[in-house]
């Protein structure tokens, strides 16, 4: 999203560049709502979904978030 803030985008480009290091293709998608709480609800439950039945359909626990404490760590 091109009104996404600054750190958002960063998060993004963070995210695609520690999963492209792992063989990962990243798709960018847009996310519909009518507001930003609309639109950051419907991204949110969208990414958990998404999130689960990935992991589900790769006999992965979904709970596990190694990734997400990766970004957080490059995030600081």
Do not use: C
Request: glycine share 6%.
């Amino acid at each position: 999203d091109s009104g996404a803030h600054p750190q958002i985008k960063e998060r993004i480009a963070i995210t695609a560049k520690l999963l492209a290091k792992r063989g990962t293709p990243t798709y960018t998608i847009s996310i519909p709502g009518k507001n930003r709480l609309e639109h950051t609800w419907n991204a949110i439950v969208l990414g958990d979904w998404v999130a689960y039945f990935l992991a589900k359909l790769h006999n992965t626990n979904p709970t596990k978030t190694k990734i997400i404490d990766e970004i957080k760590r490059a995030m600081r």
